[in-house]
């Protein structure tokens, strides 16, 4: 009886991990068989241990520490030193995932003596997580290793080997080793039935992903491993955790801002208290990345007390720089909090996290000068500038420079630096990666305008804001296009670039023969005032109101933007070039704009890289259809009536995608939606779901013109002046010359009327821009904007449709 006991307790433990639910059943069962206080009570101990490995695949931690602390205390009274040592084994990695990874070693110390060969080896893959929680991964690779070799076949324990080897190596940036032990416990698990880490390693993909800088196999992971895990909320949060961390290394707060918000609460209700002090920590760091430097500090509070509690001495200066810069967001700096600075600069180096620190150091410099405490600043300065080479030692030198006086090395410390984050950026594919890769270097662009503005010189404020938008979004490099290039190329167009410096916005005026700089209004001014007019843009759009005050903050809006240059600027049609908030402007709006060909561009040189692309792309017209709308039908079957041998396309992402790499012109006409702190999750709804921004990384032959015929698929993000993130920034990037997109909400009837009356003008030639402009002017229908180089005619089927009016833009 007792031997069956036994048996029948082993039995549930060898199950608990791949069937927790019958494991629970089993060991239940052997509990009302046994009584506690049998001195034979040996099965009892291995059934709590049962129930124990249960619970935490089933996501209850605390129950799990429960069962497992009954067990050790009964195979102690019981005098089963083995017993407690195997519950003292599944101890470790409960305790780690409570929050506690210190107290696990010592456990495991504790437990190690008892254990056979094999046990010891088992607890090695343990320790191997309450490690790797400590930031030590190379000893908890070496654990893995030797647990490895000992194994044996004991295929749960090295398929845990592996996930725990694979997770270490992605810290320590070993990439393909990680990918080869996550693909083998993949194998294990799968040739073993052990489904859920089966789970694990394929949830564990999007991580390595991102590591690796792929961000769209990232995503397309993570939405796999989000169904898969969907029955286990903490593994889910944990793995969300995960892909955010590498969100946030690559530049990416707002995406992993998201993760996070979803993240922390399950990993809150699991009782997973080590993964959630990591999560805070990252939200924290998400926050204030995104401008929210209350919410970062309340989070990074909470953090900072969880790693103290945790004695997670390595991560704890982490939330400390977080603590201090959220300071320094939100109010004026003081002699007091130079000095945290600093000391936190000491314990970031003490700690191993170098390139934090020098930014820290960097910051604290700047604050030296503010409080005039020059001694302290040249002392810091001189630190970095002769501890590099990184970005931070170019922005130290040019600092110094500047203030010896030196303006042209001071040019030239930023043209360094920056031509640096550039040749690094480049090793990034995708243009929205590098975008926010190149992020590093947003100070040293920030020191090169403030010097180019000090000249007065619009040519010079030009170059410098082009030279970042070129290492933003065009090819790397701080390259600023020819002026007289561009001056001859516009013709009896203007070009105007907004420039926004601190809380001063600024606009060099391009025209033919003049380049101009005009100081115009407060930034916070202006972008206020977009946000009311988009504001009652859409609530007339969405008929839930009247907006009597559009006109008036259009008016408004206008004379903020333009005002003196106005007189100048005529009617010509205009290039636009935003900043910031800007790029969200329904330009065509403004009341100097009725009637007016406006093309709103990423940057000067991004619009001549587009006039320079003046070959016509063959590949016909494709309409597509989406879900849900009352005239999407009808809509599709007047794209085809105005272009001839148009296709139509069923709305499956497969197809439009392929339609997307063949065709010249793309019209979709769908519901849209756009996600403001992941833009890359901004979509089109089609029938087997949304094709999302980041779906479109994958295209090689974008069309030379795409219509998006929806809400919102104009907006955009600029993480990057001259690399704005969205739907339409995305197939600009990626090669196409023009798209039009609306930047508010869109009603089916009014969006029909505007794209019959544009199409049947882009049919007879007109360039997108100026048949954009009549449409909107005939039919009253305001919201969409032409974006990228607008003046080229595009191939519509329709015999001459392409050279009836391609005369030379000049």
């Not at 295929?155 to 990918?179: H, Y």
């Not at 993240?263 to 208290?273: C, M, R, T």
């Not at 296009?481 to 013709?491: F, N």
């Amino acid at each position: 009886m007792i031997i069956d006991a036994v048996a029948a307790a082993e039995h549930a433990v060898d199950l608990s991990s791949r069937a927790p639910t019958r494991a629970l059943a089993l060991a239940r069962s052997v509990l009302r068989h046994v009584s506690v206080g049998d001195p034979h009570g040996e099965a009892a101990v291995i059934a709590y241990r049962a129930l124990a490995v249960a619970a935490r695949e089933l996501g209850d931690l605390p129950l799990a520490e429960e069962h497992l602390r009954q067990a050790v205390s009964l195979a102690v009274s019981a005098d089963l030193p083995h017993r407690a040592a195997q519950a003292r084994l599944s101890l470790v990695h409960i305790r780690t995932e409570l929050g506690h990874p210190q107290q696990a070693l010592t456990i495991a110390d504790a437990a190690e003596p008892h254990l056979t060969p094999v046990e010891v080896a088992k607890l090695g893959v343990h320790r191997a997580v309450a490690l790797a929680r400590l930031g030590r991964y190379a000893e908890a690779v070496g654990h893995c290793d030797r647990a490895v070799e000992a194994l044996g076949d004991d295929v749960g324990f090295l398929a845990g080997a592996m996930l725990n080897r694979g997770l270490a190596r992605v810290f320590l940036g070993e990439f393909e080793a990680a990918e080869a032990d996550l693909t083998r416990c993949a194998e294990l698990a799968r040739g073993a039935g052990l489904d859920h880490v089966l789970t694990l390693a394929e949830g564990n993909l999007p991580f390595l992903a991102a590591r690796r800088g792929d961000l769209p196999a990232a995503f397309t992971a993570y939405r796999r491993a989000e169904s898969s895990l969907s029955g286990y909320p903490e593994r889910l949060a944990t793995m969300r955790c995960d892909l955010a961390e590498a969100l946030i290394a690559a530049h990416l707060p707002g995406e992993a801002r998201v993760l996070l918000d979803l993240a922390v609460p399950e990993l809150a209700a699991a009782g997973a208290n080590i993964a959630l002090a990591e999560a805070r920590l990252l939200l924290a760091q998400a926050e204030l990345h995104t401008g929210d430097p209350h919410l970062a500090r309340q989070s990074a509070e909470r953090a900072a007390a969880d790693l103290a509690a945790q004695g997670r001495t390595v991560l704890a200066p982490l939330a400390a720089e977080i603590l201090l810069r959220a300071r320094l967001m939100l109010g004026p700096p003081s002699g007091e909090l130079l000095a945290e600075l600093l000391l936190c600069v000491e314990a970031l180096d003490a700690a191993g996290h170098r390139q934090v620190s020098r930014a820290l150091r960097f910051a604290a410099a700047e604050v030296a000068l503010q409080l005039g405490a020059r001694p302290t600043a040249d002392e810091q300065l001189a630190h970095l500038a002769s501890s590099g080479p990184d970005v931070v030692t170019r922005q130290a030198t040019a600092l110094q420079r500047a203030l010896a006086g030196d303006r042209r090395g001071a040019f030239a410390a930023v043209r360094a630096g920056l031509a640096e984050v550039g040749a690094g950026a480049t090793a990034f594919e995708d243009p929205m990666l590098r975008a926010h890769a190149v992020r590093a270097g947003e100070p040293l662009a920030r020191f090169g305008l403030a010097l180019a503005l000090k000249t007065g010189r619009g040519r010079t404020l030009l170059a410098w804001t082009e030279r970042w938008r070129a290492v933003a979004g065009g090819p790397g490099r701080p390259v600023a296009p020819d002026v007289d290039e561009l001056c001859a190329a516009l013709g009896d167009a203007a070009l105007v670039e907004f420039v926004r410096h601190a809380d001063e916005l600024v606009a060099v005026v391009v025209t033919r023969d003049r380049v101009a700089l005009r100081r115009l209004c407060p930034f916070p001014a202006a972008a206020e005032a977009t946000v009311r007019l988009r504001y009652g843009l859409r609530r007339a759009h969405l008929l839930d109101g009247r907006a009597p005050g559009l006109a008036g903050e259009a008016a408004l809006l206008e004379r903020l933007l333009f005002g003196s240059m106005r007189g100048r600027l005529g009617d010509r049609p205009l290039v636009i070039v935003p900043t910031g908030a800007l790029h969200t402007l329904p330009w065509p709006i403004l009341p100097m704009n009725a009637g007016r060909p406006v093309t709103v561009a990423a940057g000067a040189a991004a619009w001549l890289a587009g006039r320079r692309t003046r070959a016509v792309r063959e590949g016909g017209v494709v309409a597509v259809a989406g879900p849900g709308l009352r005239c999407a039908e009808a809509e599709a079957d007047m794209v085809g009536s105005c272009h001839p041998g148009a296709e139509r396309v069923t709305a499956q992402r497969g197809e439009v995608l392929a339609a997307l790499d063949r065709a010249g012109v793309v019209h979709l006409a769908a519901h849209g939606t756009f996600a403001p702190r992941s833009p890359l999750l901004s979509g089109i709804d089609l029938d087997d779901g949304p094709l999302m921004a980041y779906d479109l990384l994958r295209l090689r032959t974008p069309p030379s013109l795409v219509v998006l015929s929806a809400c919102d698929t104009g907006m955009a993000r600029a993480p990057a002046d001259g690399a704005p993130l969205g739907l339409a920034g995305t197939f600009l990037s990626l090669g196409s010359q023009c798209v039009v997109a609306s930047l508010v909400p869109v009603r089916d009837e009014e969006t029909l009327t505007l794209m019959t009356v544009f199409h049947g003008l882009l049919a007879t030639g007109h360039p997108p821009a100026r048949a954009l402009a009549m449409a909107s002017g005939k039919t009253g229908v305001a919201g969409f904007v032409c974006f990228g180089y607008g003046d080229q005619p595009v191939a519509t089927g329709r015999e001459g449709s392409v050279t009836q009016l391609d005369q030379d833009p000049t």
